[in-house]
């Protein structure tokens, strides 16, 4: 039997397939413009901002010490890029939501067994807009002021050496989040319904999820994955509620 953590994988790799078969490709065209429009302009802006954002988070050290700086600034390198992706990942979300719940509808109707999907809709679309955003905006709420408390600790020295790995598991979380809750909130499962059976599944949820964020870490494969992860996020569902 395969391990629960390692099924997240396998929806992830099925869902790129899914998304990359000719009766998905117009339901992604979508969410992939959405999201290069948004790559191209955090990395502009991260690119002339970055190291500064290294600099200032960076503790100040006593020259006895300043041997450290070698240990340290990587490390810190990979929390600003932890919080520059994170941020790029959410706001995508954000925008793409009302495309990507779309999409879900529709991965859900291939996984089931039926093809026929109806005519392209901008009023089918455009009535997901409200419950989509409204989701999105549950979402921030549960992501902020966790997000803002590991900032917080980032600004610690010392203890800030702790907030990479942190950063990093609660992304790994987020991302399950994120993806599975557009299957969920298509089937009008609540938010806190959809909290209880993730944790529920928390091995399965986390494999996922950690795959998913992975992928999406590597420039320009993200901005493919996103849609992908839709799509795999959907397949979880499907499966895993049976």
């Given at each position: ?26 339901f ?33 050290l006593?020259?006895?010490l ?12 990979v ?5 520059v992706?994170?941020t ?12 990507n ?16 999907f ?11 807009v ?15 002021p ?6 917080i ?8 050496i ?50 998913v964020y ?29």
């Amino acid at each position: 039997m395969q391990a629960p953590v390692l099924s997240g994988p396998q929806y992830l790799r099925e869902g790129l397939k899914l998304v990359l078969s000719p009766s998905l490709r117009l339901f992604v065209l979508l969410p992939l413009a959405v999201n290069l429009l948004l790559f191209v302009g955090l990395i502009y802006f991260a690119g002339h901002q970055f190291s500064l954002w290294v600099d200032s988070l960076m503790p100040s050290l006593p020259s006895w010490l300043s041997f450290l700086n070698y240990v340290l600034w990587p490390l810190f390198v990979v929390l600003v890029g932890l919080m520059v992706f994170f941020t790029f990942t959410m706001l995508a979300n954000v925008i793409a939501a009302p495309f990507n719940g779309f999409l879900a509808e529709k991965v859900e109707v291939v996984v089931r067994g039926t093809d026929d999907f109806p005519a392209f809709s901008w009023a089918e679309l455009m009535a997901m807009v409200p419950r989509t955003l409204g989701r999105e905006a549950r979402k921030l709420g549960y992501f902020l002021p966790r997000a803002i408390g590991l900032f917080i600790l980032s600004l610690i020295p010392v203890v800030n050496i702790i907030a990479a790995p942190l950063w990093l598991l609660f992304g790994i979380w987020m991302m399950a989040i994120q993806y599975i809750d557009y299957p969920a909130d298509n089937h009008k499962m609540s938010w806190q319904d959809m909290l209880a059976w993730l944790r529920e599944k928390r091995w399965q949820s986390l494999g996922f999820g950690g795959s998913v964020y992975l992928v999406l870490l590597v420039p320009f494969l993200n901005i493919l994955m996103m849609p992908a992860a839709v799509a795999g996020a959907t397949l979880f569902w499907v499966r895993e509620r049976t």
